[in-house]
């Protein structure tokens, strides 16, 4: 199975910094990989997958990056919309594993 | 409007099954690969199963193999998981999500808003 590790796992920023969140994985996974933002008592929201491809309608100021094992997924200027929970996903191979989470907090 | 809205969960001791409904709606869910993903409170996403547009390919997560079983109706535009051996450690809201892909580029685009399952006696 592939494990997927997050970091950092808590992040404190300030509304217009630039954040990145980092994905690892336990072997390559050359780009099947996706991120998604949680907001309290809410479902996901698919916001990239194939590494760096956007989903329709997602800000630009989200964008995302890498493959095999090592992914980024960067927020160019926070916004009060943007503090949340962000989860990678890899879907090379079953079982669809999530890393463990990166919880975004304002400063 | 594309939707997804799960029901059927609530309070069942442990051994005690139960069944969760995915309904779908505003898209040919006839089309779609469907997953079930669940989340223990406070903590993080945990893929639970994966059917296959018509069926006839099902995954499940180590921890549930044997336990829980997917399906669907594709005549009712619906997904199941029928849970039965419950234990304390499956007590989550538990998601129904869209597996969409292009060739072998996937993700789970669409997501219902969950149902919560809670095992104690």
């Known amino acids: 199975d592939i494990q997927l590790t997050q970091s950092p796992s808590f992040l404190s920023a300030s509304v217009g910094d630039r954040v990145t969140i980092t994905c690892r994985a336990s072997q390559g996974i050359s780009s099947y990989l996706a991120w998604y933002q949680q907001k309290p008592g809410k479902a996901p929201k698919l916001l990239i997958y194939a590494a760096s491809t956007l989903q329709s309608g997602v800000p630009s100021r989200f964008s995302g990056s890498g493959s095999g094992t090592e992914f980024t997924l960067t927020i160019s200027s926070l916004q009060p919309e943007d503090f949340a929970t962000y989860y990678c996903?890899?879907?090379?191979?079953?079982?669809?594993?999530f890393g463990q989470g990166t919880k975004l907090e304002i400063k | 409007e594309v939707q997804l809205v799960e029901s059927g969960g609530g309070l069942v001791q442990p051994g005690g099954s139960l069944r969760l409904s995915c309904a779908a709606s505003?898209?040919?869910?006839?089309?779609?690969?469907m997953n079930w993903v669940r989340q223990a409170p406070g903590k993080g996403l945990e893929w639970v199963s994966y059917?296959?547009?018509?069926?006839?390919?099902?995954y499940y997560a180590d921890s549930v193999k044997g336990r829980f079983t997917i399906s669907r109706d594709n005549a009712k535009n619906s997904l199941y998981l029928q849970m039965n051996s419950l234990r304390a450690e499956d007590t989550a809201v538990y998601y129904c999500a869209r597996h969409a892909c292009a060739g072998r580029i996937c993700a789970f685009d669409i997501w219902g808003q969950g149902t919560m399952v809670t095992v104690s006696s």
């Open positions: 505003g898209f040919t869910f006839s089309s779609y690969e």
């Open positions: 059917i296959s547009s018509s069926g006839s390919t099902i």
């Open positions: 996903q890899q879907l090379n191979s079953y079982p669809r594993s």
